[in-house]
């Protein structure tokens, strides 16, 4: 399967706005859908927002409207634009992706922390 890599994270003041991509070690034309979950400390692994290869957006309710996914199949990554973050955005997020022809749950990246603080 896909080999997932994620960049962008780091310390960020509230209402920052950083971007995260993922880049894919392969092209992702025929993966159904990437996407990025995040963990925050003591916490499970959460959704933040998914993309299918046809458009169909999936995005949590505390990040819609700050939160903008988007994919480059010429480039094989999918990115993440974060406005306005808040303390609670803290977390590590990961990049994720599914080809629903693949055996089992999909591929995941490392992570990359993002932390917000003051």
């Known amino acids: 399967q896909v080999q997932l890599v994620e960049s962008g994270g780091g310390l960020v003041q509230p209402g920052g706005s950083p971007r995260l991509s993922c880049t894919a070690s392969?092209?992702?034309?025929?993966?159904?859908?990437m996407g990025w979950y995040r963990q925050a400390p003591g916490r499970q692994r959460e959704l933040v927002a998914t993309?299918?290869?046809?458009?169909?957006?999936n995005i949590a309710d505390s990040v819609k409207g700050r939160f903008t996914i988007a994919r480059d199949n010429a480039k094989n990554t999918v990115s993440l634009q974060m406005n306005s973050l808040k303390p609670e955005d803290t977390g590590i997020y990961y990049c994720y992706a599914k080809a629903f022809s693949w055996t089992g749950n999909g591929s995941w990246g490392q992570g990359t922390q993002v932390t917000v603080s003051s």
């Open positions: 392969e092209s992702i034309s025929s993966i159904d859908i």
């Open positions: 993309l299918a290869s046809g458009g169909w957006t």
